[in-house]
């Protein structure tokens, strides 16, 4: 797992939310997007990453990804509600999304320790 990549590609959702919201990018499906288990970070947590499973870091890890897809999923409905105002407030600055974005970094990093070591 390079956990690493994985930071960068969570990172890089608020940029592909912000594209979609523009009209831009790839079209997102809530369905897809709010399923914490169909990205490769997913994958590998309810995969390979289960031997980890009784590790606290795991544990907040798995935690903190699924609302991140919550909240990701939340922006594409409002988007498809014609909501674009609210959806962007959704990404904003101090916005639950941005706190989970950093959050998910951090938890990432601590798991990135674990399996290290």
Not at 22 to 50: F, H, I, K, P, T
Not at 103 to 111: D, K, M, P, Q, R
Request: hydrophobic fraction near 40%; include cysteine; aromatic fraction near 8%.
């Amino acid at each position: 797992m390079d956990f690493n990549a994985e930071i960068a590609a969570h990172l890089h959702w608020k940029i592909k939310l912000r594209m979609f919201i523009n009209g831009a990018g790839e079209n997102l499906d809530r369905a897809v997007v709010g399923q914490d288990n169909q990205c490769s970070l997913g994958r590998w947590l309810y995969g390979e990453g289960l031997k980890y499973q009784h590790h606290v870091a795991y544990q907040t890890l798995l935690k903190k990804h699924t609302r991140f897809h919550q909240h990701a999923a939340e922006v594409v409905q409002k988007m498809e509600q014609g909501d674009s105002k609210k959806a962007a407030e959704l990404i904003g600055i101090n916005s639950p999304f941005q706190k989970e974005s950093l959050e998910i970094s951090l938890a990432i990093e601590a798991l990135k320790k674990v399996v290290s070591s």
